[in-house]
C-alpha cells in the first residue's frame, strides 16, 4: 500500500445495433445438440503448426476442435500481408489464417489489447483475410458500432452470437461512433475502466494539504479530486478498478439485441486486470460477467492473462475466466514489443501511476509452468443453457526449451492431471466442482 500512496501523492504533484451475418454457418445442423469448443488466447507468427499427419498430438487438438458445431478462439494480433502495417507485435498472415480455418476455428474473438497495433489499415487488413478465409469474427470493425455488434452464426436453429469485449485496450485501439458526417475510428469494442482510490486518514491529509498550497485540486463533502482522480477517505488506502457504466451498458445492450434474434448467445471478455500474476479475475469483470447472463447470455470466455482461472456455474450459465494461451509463438515477439498489459505489474497500480516505472515493455521470462498449460473447454447445450463443459488438457510445451514452445499439444497424463487438480481449486473460489474423468474434466451445470 505504500507504494499506492506514494503514487496518489506524485498525481497530486503533477497534476498542476443490430448483428450482422457472417458468410457461413459453421457447422450447426438444425435439431442437433449444440457444442461450442472454446481455446484461449492466439498468437502466432512465424511457428508452423504440424501439417496433418505428422503431430499425433497436435491431430488430436485438431480433432477436438473440428468436432464441435463451433469453434472459438482469440486472436491476438494483426492480420496482414502489407509489409507497410507496422507492427511490433507478432503479425498474422493470410497463411496463418488458413492453418487456422483447417485447424477447426470457425470464430475468432478480435476485441483485445493486440489486435489494433497495426492501426486502421491493420484492422481492414484482418477483418478482409478472416472473411476470405471464412471465419466468423466480432470485436473489432470499422467504428463502434461495427465493433460493438454481434456475429450471428448459423441461419436456423441453433443459431449463435458471439460479442467480443475488452476490457485491456489502449486509448488509441478503441474504436469510436460515427457521428453524422464524421466517420468512426476502426478498432475495437472496449470498455473503459477508472480507478477509485480510498486513502486512509494519513494520506488524505497529506493529499489534501498538498492540494491546498498548490492550488491543483477540488475538495468536498464527498472527497477530493487531485490528478483528475476522485479520492474518497477511508480506513486503508486501496485502489479499484471500475468498469465505466455506459460502456458496460453498451456491450449488455447487444446481448438483448442478439437474444432476440438468436439461440445462444456468448460474450467473450479480453481482461488482463487486475495483473497477469493474478489467478482471479478483477472484481468487476465478475460483475460484468454476472450482467451478461443476467441479460440473456449463455456462457461467458475470458482470456488475458496467458494463464488458467477458475470456472463459474452462475444460475443456468458459465463463466470461463481465463482460458490461458492456446498457441503462443513467444520467440517471434521483440524483447521491447510487450504493453502494459503483458508485464506482469499492478494494472490498479498502473492506473493511478504508482507503478509507471515499472511498466517497461519488457516481456516477462515465462519460465512457470501455468503459462504453457491450457483446456479446451466444450460446452454442450440443451437449448440456450449449457448442460455441461468438458475440459480436455492441452501443452504448449512444458518440458521444451522456450525457443520451442508455443504449439498446443494433447497434454500427457501427469500434466493433465496437474491442469485439472489447479483448475478444480481455482474453481472451488466459486462454488463450482469439476468432475475429473481419466484425463478430462467435467463442469456439470445444475
Given at each position: 500500500?505504500?507504494?499506492?500512496?506514494?503514487?496518489?501523492?506524485?498525481?497530486?504533484?503533477?497534476?498542476?445495433?443490430?448483428?450482422?451475418?457472417?458468410?457461413?454457418?459453421?457447422?450447426?445442423?438444425?435439431?442437433?445438440?449444440?457444442?461450442?469448443?472454446?481455446?484461449?488466447?492466439?498468437?502466432?507468427?512465424?511457428?508452423?503448426?504440424?501439417?496433418?499427419?505428422?503431430?499425433r498430438?497436435?491431430?488430436?487438438?485438431?480433432?477436438?476442435?473440428?468436432?464441435?458445431?463451433?469453434?472459438?478462439?482469440?486472436?491476438?494480433?494483426?492480420?496482414?500481408?502489407a509489409?507497410?502495417?507496422?507492427?511490433?507485435?507478432p503479425?498474422?498472415?493470410?497463411?496463418?489464417?488458413?492453418?487456422?480455418?483447417?485447424?477447426?476455428?470457425?470464430?475468432?474473438?478480435?476485441a483485445?489489447?493486440?489486435?489494433g497495433?497495426?492501426?486502421?489499415?491493420?484492422?481492414?487488413d484482418?477483418?478482409?483475410?478472416?472473411?476470405?478465409?471464412?471465419i466468423?469474427h466480432?470485436?473489432?470493425?470499422?467504428?463502434?458500432?461495427?465493433?460493438?455488434?454481434?456475429?450471428?452464426?448459423?441461419?436456423?436453429p441453433?443459431?449463435?452470437?458471439?460479442?467480443?469485449?475488452?476490457?485491456?485496450?489502449?486509448?488509441?485501439?478503441?474504436?469510436?461512433?460515427?457521428?453524422?458526417?464524421?466517420?468512426?475510428?476502426?478498432?475495437?469494442?472496449?470498455?473503459?475502466?477508472?480507478?477509485?482510490?480510498?486513502?486512509?486518514?494519513?494520506?488524505?491529509?497529506?493529499?489534501?494539504?498538498?492540494?491546498?498550497?498548490?492550488?491543483?485540486?477540488?475538495?468536498?463533502a464527498?472527497?477530493?479530486?487531485?490528478?483528475?482522480?476522485?479520492?474518497?477517505?477511508?480506513?486503508?488506502?486501496?485502489?479499484?478498478l471500475?468498469?465505466?457504466?455506459?460502456?458496460?451498458?453498451?456491450?449488455?445492450?447487444?446481448?438483448?439485441?442478439?437474444?432476440?434474434?438468436?439461440?445462444?448467445?456468448?460474450?467473450?471478455?479480453?481482461?488482463?486486470?487486475p495483473?497477469?500474476?493474478?489467478?482471479?479475475?478483477?472484481?468487476?469483470?465478475?460483475?460484468?460477467?454476472h450482467?451478461?447472463?443476467?441479460?440473456?447470455a449463455?456462457?461467458?470466455?475470458?482470456?488475458?492473462?496467458?494463464?488458467?482461472?477458475?470456472?463459474e456455474?452462475?444460475?443456468?450459465g458459465?463463466?470461463?475466466?481465463?482460458?490461458?494461451?492456446?498457441a503462443?509463438?513467444?520467440?517471434?515477439?521483440?524483447?521491447?514489443?510487450?504493453?502494459?498489459?503483458?508485464?506482469?505489474?499492478?494494472?490498479?497500480e498502473?492506473?493511478?501511476?504508482a507503478?509507471a516505472?515499472?511498466?517497461?515493455?519488457?516481456?516477462?521470462a515465462y519460465?512457470?509452468?501455468?503459462w504453457?498449460?491450457?483446456?479446451?473447454?466444450?460446452?454442450?447445450?440443451?437449448g440456450?443453457?449449457?448442460?455441461?463443459?468438458?475440459?480436455?488438457?492441452?501443452?504448449?510445451?512444458?518440458?521444451?526449451?522456450?525457443?520451442?514452445?508455443?504449439?498446443?499439444?494433447?497434454?500427457?497424463?501427469?500434466?493433465?492431471?496437474?491442469?485439472?487438480?489447479?483448475?478444480?481449486?481455482?474453481?472451488?473460489?466459486?462454488?463450482?466442482?469439476?468432475?475429473?474423468?481419466?484425463?478430462?474434466?467435467?463442469?456439470?451445470?445444475?
Amino acid at each position: 500500500m505504500k507504494r499506492i500512496a506514494i503514487g496518489l501523492l506524485l498525481a497530486c504533484a503533477t497534476a498542476c445495433g443490430p448483428s450482422r451475418d457472417a458468410v457461413s454457418s459453421a457447422g450447426l445442423r438444425p435439431g442437433s445438440p449444440l457444442t461450442l469448443a472454446a481455446a484461449g488466447d492466439i498468437v502466432v507468427a512465424t511457428t508452423p503448426w504440424p501439417a496433418t499427419g505428422a503431430d499425433r498430438e497436435f491431430d488430436a487438438v485438431t480433432t477436438l476442435l473440428r468436432r464441435a458445431s463451433l469453434t472459438l478462439g482469440n486472436l491476438e494480433e494483426t492480420v496482414s500481408d502489407a509489409t507497410h502495417v507496422p507492427v511490433t507485435w507478432p503479425r498474422g498472415s493470410t497463411a496463418i489464417v488458413r492453418q487456422m480455418a483447417r485447424a477447426g476455428f470457425t470464430a475468432l474473438a478480435l476485441a483485445n489489447n493486440h489486435a489494433g497495433d497495426g492501426g486502421s489499415d491493420g484492422i481492414r487488413d484482418t477483418l478482409r483475410i478472416l472473411d476470405r478465409a471464412g471465419i466468423h469474427h466480432a470485436g473489432a470493425g470499422s467504428d463502434a458500432l461495427a465493433a460493438g455488434s454481434a456475429v450471428s452464426i448459423g441461419d436456423s436453429p441453433p443459431r449463435v452470437a458471439v460479442i467480443s469485449v475488452t476490457t485491456s485496450a489502449a486509448d488509441e485501439a478503441r474504436a469510436t461512433l460515427t457521428r453524422g458526417e464524421i466517420l468512426g475510428r476502426p478498432g475495437v469494442n472496449a470498455i473503459v475502466t477508472d480507478a477509485v482510490v480510498t486513502a486512509d486518514p494519513q494520506t488524505y491529509a497529506a493529499l489534501s494539504a498538498m492540494a491546498r498550497a498548490t492550488g491543483t485540486g477540488l475538495e468536498s463533502a464527498s472527497g477530493l479530486e487531485v490528478g483528475g482522480r476522485r479520492v474518497q477517505k477511508g480506513a486503508v488506502t486501496s485502489v479499484e478498478l471500475t468498469a465505466r457504466p455506459a460502456d458496460v451498458e453498451r456491450v449488455l445492450s447487444a446481448i438483448d439485441a442478439a437474444r432476440a434474434t438468436t439461440d445462444v448467445v456468448v460474450l467473450c471478455v479480453h481482461s488482463h486486470e487486475p495483473s497477469n500474476l493474478s489467478s482471479e479475475p478483477a472484481p468487476f469483470v465478475r460483475e460484468i460477467a454476472h450482467q451478461a447472463i443476467d441479460r440473456g447470455a449463455s456462457l461467458v470466455v475470458g482470456t488475458g492473462p496467458r494463464q488458467l482461472r477458475g470456472i463459474e456455474v452462475y444460475k443456468r450459465g458459465v463463466i470461463l475466466y481465463s482460458l490461458g494461451s492456446f498457441a503462443f509463438d513467444l520467440r517471434a515477439i521483440p524483447a521491447q514489443a510487450a504493453d502494459v498489459f503483458d508485464t506482469n505489474v499492478s494494472l490498479t497500480e498502473v492506473a493511478i501511476g504508482a507503478a509507471a516505472g515499472t511498466a517497461s515493455g519488457r516481456l516477462p521470462a515465462y519460465d512457470e509452468s501455468v503459462w504453457w498449460e491450457s483446456v479446451i473447454a466444450t460446452a454442450t447445450f440443451d437449448g440456450a443453457h449449457v448442460r455441461d463443459v468438458r475440459l480436455d488438457p492441452i501443452d504448449l510445451g512444458v518440458a521444451k526449451s522456450p525457443a520451442d514452445r508455443g504449439v498446443p499439444r494433447i497434454a500427457s497424463h501427469t500434466v493433465a492431471q496437474e491442469i485439472l487438480a489447479r483448475l478444480h481449486a481455482l474453481s472451488a473460489t466459486y462454488g463450482t466442482t469439476i468432475r475429473i474423468d481419466g484425463d478430462t474434466g467435467v463442469v456439470v451445470v445444475p
